[in-house]
């Protein structure tokens, strides 16, 4: 077993509920996070994240429930670990970098209370800042940096405490799209290196497919899904979770008939006598009325033929770098959204619309699991 | 009150994971501390204006004869006079401030942080010191005549409501400034360019932007009246000398006299209080709304208007002229009095200048003492008050800003406000009171006629001001600095001490510099507490002046003067030396121009 995997440590949440001025802000939330994870918790403002976040480091303190981390129970029952006990780091959303201290002396800030003699640690501070690529920067202050700049630093002094567990509160939010971009790369690159098991929050469903092993959602203080991201995407348990990790269309629909294992056959609201494939996780009698959630990558467009098939109209594109997304206007008063395609159809033109029943899956809308 | 106007940020909402049996517990104690210091002097003499008989003062349980009394004859002419000096300084301060902070923050006016320190010195100013100074510039055979300027034309108007208005306006100036430049600095050029952008020229682009100030105009009114309200000093020598009473002398005249009045004193006083309450309350409101504060989240650095050689010149020379009046004049009166031989008689040998009265100061003298002593004294209240305000203040700060909107925190703020209206003059006469009652000086603590009561005053009435002072740079402070050094192995002392204190330390600095300096030169709490044979130095200068030694008075006066001068310079110079790079870098702008 290598020195890093040996450092990352395994969280358990059991039961946590946080109540602030009777506004219940979780509720009986339980996860197990495997040593080594890098568990992204997604949800809107309001979901509770931070809460949760904020509880495992220690900073709040939750109403019931309890947290172990690495085997020791850090709140539960009577016990309640102060955060400088805890053994852990964190990147905080404003950084919050000490103003006073030059980059070195705050990357250097946890090492204060280590045994390791001042130029050992001088030296771990600025192999640190190398790795994120600020070396040059040792002697600056916090307010002689770039937004990127200090989100750097508050990776590299997260990364010097050299404890098993690291916890993102949305770090890449105050950021432009090129440097979340790129960070987003070296957060997920030197978190896994350094062996660490990272709880990451963020409302950024590209953000938390891109980095996670596991995704945790969370709606109005309750875990709703926890899964891979794989599953998460292909196999939403709610309509929320469908609609906050991103979807192209939602339309009512009835269920025509049952075709083989989790596959149902709907009709089309906006083309009459079409049917298509939906996968679905609920039995569904034929006739039920449900809802039709397609992912963006489930719709593909195409030049208009005699074959029968739905039909739409360009009402707007936007060139995204790769190719063009697409709305498009399939009649009724619905749209579909994000629709990518390589080559561009202009405004007003006349397309084809297929759809791919992988990411097609129904669902009664005011179904919520709490997973 | 002195310091609260500079309360310039929001109280903030920080998380707080204090454990609450040591917050309850904590709140006990600092409630009975403030109860001692505070609520049960002046609440205890408050009541006697209407019912005497509470304390054994008069035969009756309810009376409102004491309040007749209080707005009848020479108590009601001092009210009245207070009120409208206190309006007409008010206004008078805020429009000359408002041009001062303009002229200051928003154009290339020359020596712009020569002013700005400038107006810290002023605001370190005692008004009894200003009025000394000019008393001795103007008087017949004075400091100007002696320069060969005539200023008989001039001398009956000054000692008189003009003189009071011109001295109290000075006082003001620093509190109004200090608001309306923490506005002007929250506002953005881009108001000013999209106005211009719209057609509207320099005087319709000012009518614009004037109204986003607004608040800050309206708060610096509200403190500059609640301020000349609550002042002393000025009453004591210049409205006493002038025979025009104000409210602040004639309740320190209501128990000075034989036998003491306290029922009439209490009613003089609650009205004090309650004249200073609504504005300070509506300055508060008005801070907090912060409807300028807001406009700083994404405001570009405001960008200063390039005056002409001409115009700049000219600006120039006004604001030196303002400073001269405010600052330089009481300076200069005071300094070139105590080098004057005879000050103030018609001596055939004309004038002489002399060090002479500088050597009497640390003489054995008419008062049979020498005058160190005195001054030894007030620095050292000054740093037992300093130093005991501060740590109050910080704790109060911090209690001010955690859990917004909670009971504990409404009250907190419901006290500081009234508190902050309390005058010296009403503290004093309180204190006397209260801690000579039977039952307190029995059964809880025995410190009438003593220094830590003195100590104890000095530290109630500058704790509220210097908590509000310090509420906005706590405020300012992001909990996530602290959190930030908790998650990272820091334990509560080590992460306030290595990321807060930092942080703060320049406003606690001035903080404690401020108190130091207003306590040495404080008068109204002094003058009503001092124990017997142990005079501070206000106390022991303006019995020399009343005892026809002006001149070592005044003497007296400019070393004082000279040596807060000194503490500060070497406060800061020490803070520059000791304190690491990194702290200087940071925390409040307050003294920057």
């Known amino acids: ?371 | 009150m002195a310091i609260a106007a500079l309360e310039t940020v929001a109280p903030a909402a920080p998380s707080t994971t204090t454990s609450k049996k040591r917050g309850s517990l904590g709140g006990v104690v600092l409630w009975v501390v403030l109860t001692l210091l505070i609520i049960a002097p002046v609440g205890s003499f408050l009541i006697l204006g209407v019912s005497p008989r509470v304390f054994h003062q008069g035969s009756q349980w309810f009376t409102l004869s004491y309040v007749r009394q209080a707005f009848s004859s020479y108590f009601g002419r001092g009210i009245f006079n207070s009120l409208w000096v206190s309006t007409s300084v008010a206004i008078l301060s805020v429009s000359i401030a408002t041009a001062l902070a303009w002229l200051i923050h928003r154009t290339n006016l020359g020596g712009r942080r020569f002013w700005a320190v400038m107006m810290w010195l002023l605001l370190m100013m005692p008004t009894w010191m200003m009025t000394l100074g000019w008393g001795d510039l103007l008087q017949p055979f004075g400091a100007a005549q002696a320069l060969g300027i005539n200023t008989h034309w001039i001398y009956g108007e000054f000692f008189g409501p003009l003189g009071i208005v011109v001295v109290l306006t000075s006082a003001a100036l620093p509190f109004a400034y200090f608001i309306v430049s923490a506005g002007l600095q929250g506002l953005g050029p881009e108001f000013e360019d999209a106005a211009r952008i719209h057609g509207a020229g320099p005087i319709r682009s000012l009518q614009t932007v004037l109204p986003i100030i607004a608040p800050a105009l309206l708060s610096a009114l509200a403190i500059c009246f609640a301020e000349t309200m609550s002042d002393f000093g000025v009453a004591f020598t210049l409205g006493y000398h002038s025979n025009f009473p104000m409210a602040t002398y004639v309740l320190f005249n209501a128990i000075s006299n034989f036998p003491a009045n306290f029922s009439v004193a209490a009613v003089i006083a609650a009205v004090l209080i309650i004249s200073t309450i609504p504005p300070i309350i509506l300055q508060s409101r008005v801070m907090r709304k912060r409807s300028y504060a807001v406009l700083s989240g994404r405001t570009r650095a405001p960008r200063r208007r390039e005056l002409a050689r001409g115009p700049r010149a000219l600006a120039t020379a006004a604001v030196a002229g303002v400073f001269f009046v405010a600052l330089g004049v009481p300076i200069l009166g005071a300094v070139i009095g105590s080098l004057v031989k005879n000050l103030g008689i018609d001596s055939p040998n004309g004038v002489h200048f002399t060090l002479t009265y500088y050597a009497q100061i640390f003489k054995p003298s008419i008062q049979g003492d020498s005058l160190g002593a005195p001054l030894l004294l007030s620095n050292q209240l000054g740093l037992v008050v300093a130093t005991g305000t501060g740590v109050l203040a910080v704790i109060l700060a911090r209690r001010l800003i955690a859990n917004p909107g909670s009971w504990s925190q409404r009250v907190t703020d419901v006290f500081l406000l009234g508190s902050v209206a309390v005058p010296g003059v009403v503290l004093g006469v309180g204190y006397i009171f209260f801690y000579n009652l039977s039952f307190i000086s029995n059964n809880v603590i025995s410190i009438y006629k003593t220094l830590p009561l003195l100590m104890l005053a000095l530290v109630a009435n500058a704790v509220p001001g210097q908590t509000r002072f310090m509420a906005g740079p706590v405020s300012q402070i992001q909990p996530s600095l602290g959190e930030a050094a908790r998650v990272h192995g820091a334990g509560r002392m080590r992460a306030w001490r290595t990321t807060n204190l930092p942080l703060m330390s320049r406003v606690l600095l001035w903080g404690w510099l401020l108190t130091f300096t207003k306590t040495i030169a404080e008068l109204a709490i002094s003058q009503i507490l001092y124990p017997p044979s142990q005079e501070p130095a206000s106390v022991s200068i303006q019995s020399y002046l009343a005892n026809f030694a002006p001149n070592t008075g005044t003497a007296m006066t400019v070393l004082t003067l000279l040596e807060m001068l000194a503490v500060i310079g070497i406060a800061l110079s020490v803070y520059r030396l000791v304190t690491p790079a990194g702290w200087r870098r940071v925390g409040w702008t307050g003294v920057q121009s």
Not at chain 1, 113 to 130: A, H, Q, V
Not at chain 1, 152 to 165: I, K, Q, T
Not at chain 1, 182 to 197: F, H, K, P
Request: charged content about 25%; hydrophobic content about 40%; proline content about 4%.
């Open chain 1, 1 to 371: 077993m290598s020195e890093v995997t040996k450092r990352a440590v395994g969280v358990s949440m059991s039961g946590l509920g946080k109540v602030f001025s009777e506004k219940l802000a979780l509720d009986d939330v339980s996860i197990e996070v495997e040593p080594g994870t890098f568990l992204v918790l997604l949800g809107p403002s309001g979901s509770g994240k931070t809460t949760l976040l904020r509880c495992v480091a220690g900073i709040e303190r939750p109403s019931q429930g309890s947290i172990s981390i690495g085997g020791n129970v850090v709140v539960g029952g009577k016990t309640f670990l102060p955060p400088e006990r805890r053994r852990l780091a964190m990147v905080f959303q404003d950084y919050a970098l000490w103003p006073h201290l030059s980059v070195r002396k705050n990357v250097a800030y946890p090492l204060a209370t280590s045994t390791l003699e001042k130029g050992e640690r001088t030296r771990r501070c600025d192999d640190l800042l190398e790795r994120v690529g600020i070396g040059h920067l040792a002697e600056r202050y916090p307010n002689e940096l770039s937004g990127g700049e200090q989100q750097r630093v508050a990776l590299a002094r997260a990364l010097a405490a050299e404890v098993g567990l690291i916890l993102f509160d949305e770090p890449l939010s105050n950021l432009d799209a090129d440097r979340r971009e790129q960070l987003r790369i070296e957060i997920a690159t030197l978190t896994r290196e350094a062996g660490m098991t990272a709880i990451y929050i963020t409302h950024d469903q590209s953000e938390a497919f891109a980095l996670a092993d596991r995704i945790g959602v969370l709606n109005q203080g309750r875990l709703v899904q926890l899964d891979t991201p794989e599953n998460i995407y292909r196999h939403p348990h709610s309509a929320f979770v469908a609609r906050f990790t991103g979807v192209a269309g939602e339309f009512p629909v009835h269920v025509t008939n049952e075709h083989g294992e989790g596959v149902v056959m709907v009709a089309l609201p906006f083309a009459a006598g079409h049917t298509i494939e939906a996968s679905t996780i609920e039995r569904l009698e034929s006739g039920a009325d449900v809802r039709l959630f397609v992912r963006s990558s489930g719709v593909s467009l195409g030049v208009p033929s005699r074959d029968e098939g739905v039909r739409g109209m360009i009402i707007d594109v936007a060139f995204n770098g790769r190719g063009y997304d697409h709305v498009v206007d399939v009649g009724e008063g619905f749209t579909l959204t994000k629709v990518f395609a390589a080559t561009k159809f202009d405004r007003g033109q006349n397309v084809k619309v297929c759809f791919d029943p992988s990411a097609c899956f129904v669902m009664d809308p005011t179904r919520e699991v709490s997973k």
